[in-house]
């Protein structure tokens, strides 16, 4: 059965450039996140969508980031005016349902700023 | 403050060992989740094993257990048999009631010697 699916699995741009970032969720899955992994940092919350529900957005570090899923499915995860510290692994995930089901995660973006 | 720490930066262990991950974790809330990931150099989050708080017993998935004592507040992950397929950096992370996203603590790495 197909996983979370992340497009591209790396990216190379310019300081100052926008990027968007892909996830295909497993089917049937409700909820979406997005992760941010950085050398610094760590693991660290985005964006939360589930169904038709507002988005959490409390994890997004500044304006320059914006998230949309459409239909309950796919996502994206824009970056405006991308910056060097933006430089890290973007991880999506998705779960069934509430509750503790675990989330499952695709293999992420690699995303570099130069 | 930090809701999930992992003490151990890095651990070998020998081929066939068991090994034992630490976890310790701060919440005020009763109902809560903890999740253990393992994620191998090529970057993929695997699932390993839930426990849940209101579990009455510990957590096992094959040659996984979880070690939870919750006066404590430690949920410490036990590799059993360790293989060499088992080098990998481990997360332990909590969800708690009410929240969507999963807090990770800053991860150990596991290397497997034969």
């Known amino acids: 059965g197909a996983g979370v699916s992340q497009s591209p699995s790396n990216k190379v741009t310019e300081k100052g450039k926008d990027v968007e970032l892909r996830c295909d969720p497993i089917s049937g899955h409700t909820a979406l996140y997005w992760y941010r992994q950085s050398l610094g940092q760590g693991l660290e919350f985005l964006i939360y969508?589930?169904?038709?529900?507002?988005?959490?957005k409390s994890g997004l570090p500044s304006d320059r980031f914006s998230a949309e899923r459409t239909g309950g499915s796919v996502s994206t995860l824009t970056i405006q005016r991308t910056q060097q510290e933006d430089s890290a692994v973007y991880l999506c995930?998705?779960?069934?349902?509430?509750?503790?089901?675990?989330?499952?995660f695709g293999d992420g973006t690699r995303l570099s700023i130069l | 403050a930090q809701k999930i720490t992992q003490t151990q930066p890095g651990m070998f262990v020998q081929e066939k060992e068991a090994v034992t991950l630490d976890c310790t974790y701060d919440t005020s809330d009763p109902s809560y989740g903890l999740f253990w990931y393992k994620q191998p150099s090529s970057g993929e989050m695997i699932f390993l094993i839930y426990?849940?708080?209101?579990?009455?017993q510990n957590a096992t998935e094959g040659r996984y257990s979880l070690n939870f004592q919750k006066a404590r507040k430690s949920a410490n992950l036990v590799i059993s048999a360790s293989q060499l397929g088992d080098s990998a950096m481990y997360f332990c992370?909590?969800?708690?009631?009410?929240?969507?996203?999963?807090?990770f603590g800053a991860g150990t790495t596991v290397t497997v010697r034969a």
């Open positions: 426990q849940g708080s209101y579990d009455q």
């Open positions: 969508f589930q169904g038709n529900s507002a988005p959490d």
């Open positions: 995930a998705t779960s069934a349902t509430l509750g503790n089901q675990p989330q499952h």
């Open positions: 992370a909590m969800r708690e009631s009410g929240r969507y996203k999963l807090s």
